[in-house]
């Protein structure tokens, strides 16, 4: 896709990824109103965090290092909350969500580095909680489609209109192997939130390039 559209670099690109956007919304069988693109899942992490403001987050850790980066340039107090070995979430996060008067939480299903995934019972506890207190949750789930769950039974895509407090994290550059293009992109039922998000930062945020090599992978699902 890339080499056969390498002629229109001459082109601004769609700041709105219209195309992509739409191709994204097929893939999960949700409403491009829902999907917002960025120049990676770390772009769309900082405009999330721009644009709710978090006051005081929770992270629990170890996990990936820009979550906790962009919470604090953002000035916002973050509590790492550090996970016992073999590293896995349990109901000991619930506790602290629970005490600590948050507004911001943030999972990375699978967690990244250690691979650990969230049993589903506790995940729908953490959800339900958050709903009914007000408190956004990040979940990250950018490696997702590299677990044993083809059919996606376990993530949370599904159930984002039960949850208007969730934003689901997702980035192509992982699973097709594209890091240097740059692609990801968030998912919500906010769509206030998603529009917000799409606004906050610079217009350009999802090159010709990358678009184009979104749209074809979406719809390769031989790979």
């Known amino acids: 896709a890339i080499v056969q559209n390498i ?6 690109p769609d700041p709105k990824c219209r195309k992509l956007r739409e191709a994204i919304g097929e ?11 960025g120049n990676g899942g770390a772009d769309i992490i900082f405009r999330l965090v721009y644009s709710i403001r978090p ?3 929770l992270i629990p850790v170890p996990t990936f290092s820009e979550y906790g980066e962009a919470l604090e340039k953002n000035g916002s107090d973050v509590n790492y909350f550090e996970l016992a070995y073999p590293f896995d979430i349990t109901d000991a996060l619930l506790e602290e969500l629970k005490k600590g008067e ?6 990375c299903n699978p967690n990244n580095p250690t691979g650990s995934l969230i049993d589903n019972d506790l995940m729908n506890e953490i959800m339900n909680y ?6 956004y949750v ?19 895509i599904s159930d984002i209109d039960k949850y208007p ?10 699973l097709y192997a594209i890091p240097g293009l740059r ?4 998912i919500s039922s906010d769509t206030d939130l998603i529009s917000k998000i799409a606004t906050i930062g610079q217009p350009w945020s999802v090159n010709v390039m990358a678009e184009l090599a979104g749209c074809a992978a979406l719809k390769d699902y031989i790979y």
């Open 130 to 135: 958050t709903k009914e207190n007000n408190i």
């Open 183 to 186: 692609l990801g992109y968030g």
């Open 165 to 174: 407090n969730l934003i689901i994290l997702k980035s192509l550059t992982k």
């Open 55 to 57: 006051k005081r987050a």
């Open 102 to 107: 948050y507004d911001f939480l943030v999972i």
């Open 7 to 12: 002629d229109r670099l001459r082109n601004y």
């Open 27 to 37: 893939f999960h069988g949700i409403h491009p109103d829902q999907v917002v693109c």
């Open 138 to 156: 990040l979940l990250d789930e950018c490696f997702y489609d590299m677990t044993d769950d083809e059919m996606g039974l376990n993530s949370l």
